[in-house]
C-alpha cells in the first residue's frame, strides 16, 4: 500500500511539474517583430509565390482525382497574381490549407499569402493583414433536397443540428440567427459534406460559392434560404508584411482594370444557377 | 459489384496508391526514427549505475511517461499548429513524421525497458565480472537478449503506428484514408468501395506485420 | 493559460466529461465483448473459434478512424441507422478496443494451463462451469496489468470523437484552441486533462506489474 501511495504522489507531482512548467513556457512565448519586407523580398528573390488554397474546394479550389491538378477560380487567381507582383516568369507554388490550418500555416511561414476564401472579419485582422476584397461570398444553407429546412427561421429550434467547418465564420452568423440551434464543426469541407448526406445534420452553413460547388456535385443537395451575412473575401498575409500587402492590392487594382479577373469569375461563376457574378465581384 | 468496378477505375486507383505510399513513406521513416530513439530513451531510463545516470534516468522517465499517456492526436496538433507558434517551420509531413516519433519512441521506450528488465539480471553481473565495462555487457550481452525478447512487442507498436498514421488526415496529410476521402467526396457513390478498400490495404500491411510477430512470439518462448 | 481555462471552463468541463462518459461505456462494451472472444478463441469447436479469431484479426488491423467512420457515415448513408458522432464513436472505440482485449484475455486463459480445465472437468463440472469457476477467475487476475493498458490506450484513443463531432475533449479543446488563436495553451490544457486520467491508471498498473512479478 505504501507503494501504491508513491506511485500516486509521483503522479501527482508529475502533473504539478507539468503545468508550472508550460505555464512559464506559456508566458515567455512572445513572437519576435519579422522584418516587414521579408516575405515580399522572398517572393522577388526567389520569383516564387507560395499561395495557401483549398484542395477540396468545387470552383475555388479542388484537386480534381481524374487529372490530378488544381483547378479553380482562386487558383487562377493565384497565378494571375504571382505574374502580375513577380513578373511573367515567376513560378507560382501551393500548398493546402483547411480553414481551420490556413492561419497558423501562415504564421509558419510555410505560406506567402493565403487565397482560400477567407472572409475578412476584425477578429482574424487582429493575427493577419488582408488584401482588399476580391469576392463577395455571404453565408449560406445547403440542404437535402427533401429536408424540410427553407431558411435560417426553421433551423432556430431546439433539435435541429448545423454543419459547420472549425474556424469559419458560420458558426458566428448561426449562433446569432438561429441560436437555438447545435452546432456541430468538422474540420474541412468534405467531412462537412459527408456529415450532412450522412443525415449527421439539418443544413451545411458556409460561403455560397462553396456550397454552390458542393451542390453541383450532389445532385441531392440544394442552396435554400438565400445569404444570412456578407462575406467578403481577402487574401491574407502574416500580420506586417506590408510589402508584400501592398504588392498584392497593387496587382488586384490592375487585374480588375485589364479585365482579366472579370473574365476569370465570368469562367468560373458565369454558368452557375441563381448565382450572379456582378453580386460577387468587387 | 458494379460500383465497386466503377470506384476501382485506374485513375481512382492510381490516386488511392498516391495516398498509400504517403502511408508507407510516413511509417516507415517514422519506424526507423522511433525506433533510434526508442532505444536510447529505453536504454537511458533504465540505466541507473551513479548519480549522473539515475537523474538522467529520472527525467527521460518523466517525459517518457507524459508522452506515451497523451492520445496521438492531442500530439499530432501540437505539432502541426504549436509548433509554427514557436517559430519552428513545418509542413504536414513533417508535422506528421514529428508527432509520430515523438508518441511511439516514448512507447517503444517502455517496450525496449520491459524487454531489458525480463533479461535476467546476473547476466548483467556476469559480464561484468569478467571485465566488461558497462556499455560494453549492455551492447553484446544484454541488449541481443532483450531485442530478441521484445521484437513481437516491437512490431506490433508499429503495426499501431501504421494504423495511426490515418490521424493525420486532420492536417491533411494526403496519405491512403484522406485521398480516399476526397474520391468519395468528389462522387458519393464510391463512399462504400472506398471505405472496403481502405480498410483491405491496411489489413493486408497490418495483418501480415502482426502475424509475423505472433509466429516469433510463439517461436522465442520455447 | 489560467485565464484560457477559467474563460473556457465550461467548454473544457463538457469535452472532459464527454471524454470520461465515452471511456466508460466503451470499457464495459470492449470488455463484455473481447472476454466473449476470447472465450470464443479457446473452445474446442473449431468452427466458432475461427469466427472469434477472424473478428479478432479484422479489428485489430484496420485503423480505428476507418471503424468509426463506418459507423458514422457509412451506415447512416446507407441504412435508415442514425448514430450521432459520440454515439457512433463509441462504439467504433468499443468494437475497437475489444479486439486487443480478446487478445489479451486469450493470452491469460491460455496461461492458466490445461491442467485445470483437466482437473475441474474431472471433478464433474461442465465446460462452461470450467470456464466460468475455475479458468476465467485466474485468467484476469493474470491478465489484470495488460488489461489495465489496454485501458489506458482505451481513454487516449477516445480522442477520435474529434473526428466525428463527439464533444470530447479534444473536440472542445481544438474548438477552443481555432476560436481564440491560443494554439498551444489550449492543446496544454487538453493534455494536462488527459494526463489527469491516463497518467494515475498507468502508474497504478506499472505498480501492479511490479508487486505480480
Redo the contacts between chains.
Keep these: 500500500m505504501k507503494?501504491?501511495r508513491r506511485?500516486?504522489k509521483?503522479?501527482a507531482a508529475?502533473?504539478l511539474?507539468?503545468?508550472s512548467g508550460?505555464?512559464l513556457?506559456?508566458c515567455g512565448?512572445t513572437?519576435?517583430s519579422s522584418n516587414p519586407d521579408r516575405v515580399y523580398d522572398h517572393v522577388i528573390q526567389s520569383k516564387t509565390v507560395t499561395w495557401g488554397v483549398k484542395?477540396?474546394t468545387t470552383l475555388f479550389g479542388l484537386?480534381?482525382?481524374?487529372t490530378?491538378k488544381l483547378e479553380g477560380f482562386e487558383i487562377d487567381l493565384a497565378r494571375l497574381l504571382t505574374k502580375t507582383i513577380a513578373g511573367k516568369d515567376a513560378k507560382t507554388k501551393f500548398?493546402?490549407?483547411?480553414p481551420?490550418?490556413k492561419?497558423?500555416?501562415l504564421?509558419?511561414?510555410?505560406l506567402d499569402a493565403v487565397l482560400a476564401c477567407m472572409t475578412i472579419t476584425p477578429e482574424r485582422r487582429?493575427?493577419v493583414d488582408f488584401s482588399t476584397p476580391y469576392f463577395k461570398a455571404g453565408t449560406s444553407l445547403l440542404t437535402k433536397t427533401t429536408s424540410s429546412v427553407k431558411s435560417v427561421k426553421d433551423l432556430n429550434k431546439k433539435g435541429k443540428v448545423v454543419i459547420i467547418c472549425?474556424?469559419t465564420t458560420a458558426a458566428d452568423d448561426i449562433a446569432k440567427q438561429a441560436p437555438k440551434a447545435k452546432i456541430?464543426?468538422?474540420?474541412?469541407y468534405?467531412?462537412c459534406?459527408?456529415?450532412l448526406?450522412?443525415?449527421?445534420g439539418d443544413a451545411f452553413a458556409t460561403d455560397n460559392g462553396i456550397l454552390a460547388g458542393i451542390a453541383a456535385?450532389?445532385k441531392n443537395l440544394h442552396l435554400v434560404g438565400g445569404t444570412i451575412a456578407v462575406e467578403p473575401y481577402g487574401i491574407a498575409v502574416e500580420k506586417g508584411q506590408t510589402k508584400m500587402l501592398n504588392a498584392i492590392n497593387k496587382a488586384l487594382k490592375t487585374v480588375k482594370a485589364d479585365g482579366s479577373y472579370d473574365k476569370l469569375v465570368r469562367k468560373w461563376f458565369g454558368s452557375i444557377n441563381g448565382f450572379s457574378v456582378k453580386e460577387a465581384e468587387y | 459489384m458494379q460500383n465497386l468496378a466503377n470506384a476501382l477505375s485506374w485513375t481512382n486507383l492510381h490516386f488511392l496508391l498516391q495516398g498509400f505510399w504517403v502511408t508507407i513513406e510516413v511509417s516507415v521513416i517514422s519506424i526507423i526514427l522511433s525506433f533510434i530513439f526508442g532505444l536510447i530513451l529505453g536504454v537511458l531510463r533504465y540505466t541507473r549505475v551513479d548519480e549522473t545516470t539515475t537523474v538522467i534516468s529520472r527525467v527521460v522517465g518523466v517525459i517518457v511517461d507524459i508522452l506515451r499517456n497523451l492520445p496521438l492526436l492531442l500530439i499530432i496538433f501540437f505539432s502541426y499548429f504549436g509548433l509554427p507558434v514557436m517559430g519552428i517551420r513545418v509542413d504536414a509531413f513533417q508535422a506528421s513524421v514529428i508527432a509520430m516519433v515523438v508518441f511511439e519512441s516514448a512507447m517503444i521506450a517502455e517496450v525496449v525497458r520491459s524487454g531489458i528488465n525480463s533479461v535476467d539480471p546476473g547476466q548483467m553481473e556476469g559480464a561484468r565480472s569478467n571485465g566488461m565495462t558497462y556499455v560494453q555487457a549492455m551492447v553484446h550481452v544484454v541488449m541481443p537478449q532483450a531485442l530478441t525478447r521484445m521484437i513481437p512487442a516491437l512490431l506490433s507498436q508499429f503495426v499501431s503506428l501504421i494504423k495511426d498514421t490515418s490521424l493525420a488526415t486532420i492536417i491533411v496529410l494526403p496519405e491512403l484514408l484522406y485521398h480516399a476521402e476526397i474520391i468519395y467526396n468528389q462522387n458519393t457513390n464510391y463512399m462504400i468501395p472506398m471505405y472496403l478498400t481502405v480498410a483491405v490495404m491496411y489489413f493486408i500491411i497490418c495483418f501480415v506485420l502482426s502475424t509475423f510477430a505472433n509466429y516469433l512470439s510463439k517461436r522465442i518462448k520455447y | 493559460m489560467f485565464n484560457l481555462l477559467s474563460e473556457n471552463w465550461s467548454t473544457f468541463l463538457l469535452g472532459f466529461w464527454n471524454t470520461i462518459l465515452c471511456s466508460v461505456i466503451a470499457l464495459f462494451f470492449s470488455l463484455v465483448i473481447g472476454s466473449g472472444f476470447a472465450i470464443l478463441e479457446t473452445v474446442p469447436s473449431k468452427f466458432w473459434r475461427g469466427v472469434a479469431k477472424v473478428y479478432v484479426e479484422i479489428f485489430r488491423n484496420i485503423p480505428l478512424l476507418v471503424v468509426t467512420m463506418v459507423f458514422y457515415l457509412v451506415l447512416p448513408t446507407y441504412t435508415p441507422l442514425k448514430l450521432t458522432g459520440f454515439q457512433a464513436g463509441t462504439i467504433g472505440l468499443s468494437i475497437y478496443s475489444s479486439a486487443f482485449i480478446a487478445e489479451t484475455v486469450r493470452s491469460g486463459i491460455n496461461s492458466v494451463g490445461e491442467g485445470q480445465m483437466e482437473g475441474a472437468r474431472s471433478n464433474g463440472m461442465t465446460y462452461w462451469q470450467a470456464m466460468r469457476y475455475v479458468i476465467l477467475p485466474q485468467a484476469f487476475k493474470i491478465v489484470i496489468p495488460a488489461l489495465g493498458n489496454q485501458f489506458v490506450n482505451l481513454i487516449k484513443n477516445s480522442s477520435i470523437l474529434a473526428f466525428v463531432a463527439g464533444f470530447d475533449l479534444m473536440y472542445q479543446g481544438d474548438i477552443v484552441a481555432s476560436n481564440t488563436f491560443q494554439t498551444i495553451p489550449s492543446y496544454v490544457l487538453v493534455g494536462i486533462f488527459y494526463l489527469i486520467l491516463t497518467l494515475p491508471m498507468s502508474y497504478y498498473m506499472q505498480y501492479l506489474e511490479k508487486k505480480t512479478a
Design positions: 507503494n501504491a506511485f500516486f509521483r503522479a508529475l502533473l511539474l507539468l503545468v508550460t505555464a513556457a506559456a512565448n513572437s519576435a484542395y477540396d484537386k480534381s482525382v481524374k490530378n500548398i493546402e490549407v483547411t481551420q490550418t492561419i497558423p500555416q504564421k509558419n511561414n510555410n487582429k493575427s472549425k474556424g456541430r464543426a468538422y474540420n474541412d468534405g467531412s459534406t459527408n456529415a448526406l450522412a443525415g449527421q456535385q450532389h
